[in-house]
């Protein structure tokens, strides 16, 4: 297992102007063209969303008044803490911040090379994740911003002192 502290994480704007963005981590770690990868974001402004074409994404927002996300149909509101929208990096979305601005933690992975699965766990109810032999856990600790990579294989108790957010990461499945 690998811890990564947020703080550790090296802050960069977006291209847009419209926040800033710290990767905690990615795999494969010394690569451009990654499989998976996960930061956390501050949204200061309203505006669209990067796209990520052949990706697959999980936004879960960790603090501030919320955000209304614009796409096709109805708007969708996030609220603070830990609301989340599972969509695909084609979407054309656009956020609306509610009253100032936000900050996220996102998961972007290529959608062929592999399948997620999101687990928000309560330290009332600590759980163990993962533990096949081609997955990997991704556990953030929303109070801290330590993250825990597990090396692939190895299941991880999530949620024993802190509310955290879980993620396995598969292979795709077959067909």
């Given at each position: 297992m690998h811890l990564i502290r947020l703080s550790d994480a090296r802050r960069e704007p977006w291209r847009n102007g419209g926040g800033w963005t710290r990767?905690?981590?990615r795999f494969p770690a010394d690569s451009t063209e990654y499989?998976?990868?996960l930061s956390v974001a501050e949204v200061e402004t309203d505006g669209p969303f990067s796209r990520f074409d052949g990706c697959d994404r999980?936004?879960?927002l960790l603090g501030g008044n919320g955000m209304e996300?614009?796409?096709v149909g109805q708007p969708v509101t996030l609220w603070p803490p830990h609301d989340h929208l599972r969509f695909?990096?084609?979407?054309a979305i656009s956020a609306r911040l509610i009253a100032g601005p936000t900050t996220d933690l996102n998961l972007i992975w290529r959608r062929d090379r592999c399948a997620v699965v999101l687990h928000q766990i309560d330290p009332r109810a600590p759980m163990h994740i993962g533990g096949h032999p081609d997955e990997v856990v991704v556990a953030?600790?929303?109070v801290t911003g330590a993250t825990r990579v597990s090396e692939p294989g190895e299941g991880l108790l999530v949620g024993r002192d802190e509310h955290e957010i879980g993620f396995v990461i598969a292979p795709p499945p077959t067909l």
């Amino acid at each position: 297992m690998h811890l990564i502290r947020l703080s550790d994480a090296r802050r960069e704007p977006w291209r847009n102007g419209g926040g800033w963005t710290r990767e905690i981590t990615r795999f494969p770690a010394d690569s451009t063209e990654y499989d998976w990868r996960l930061s956390v974001a501050e949204v200061e402004t309203d505006g669209p969303f990067s796209r990520f074409d052949g990706c697959d994404r999980i936004l879960v927002l960790l603090g501030g008044n919320g955000m209304e996300l614009q796409t096709v149909g109805q708007p969708v509101t996030l609220w603070p803490p830990h609301d989340h929208l599972r969509f695909p990096g084609e979407l054309a979305i656009s956020a609306r911040l509610i009253a100032g601005p936000t900050t996220d933690l996102n998961l972007i992975w290529r959608r062929d090379r592999c399948a997620v699965v999101l687990h928000q766990i309560d330290p009332r109810a600590p759980m163990h994740i993962g533990g096949h032999p081609d997955e990997v856990v991704v556990a953030f600790t929303v109070v801290t911003g330590a993250t825990r990579v597990s090396e692939p294989g190895e299941g991880l108790l999530v949620g024993r002192d802190e509310h955290e957010i879980g993620f396995v990461i598969a292979p795709p499945p077959t067909l």
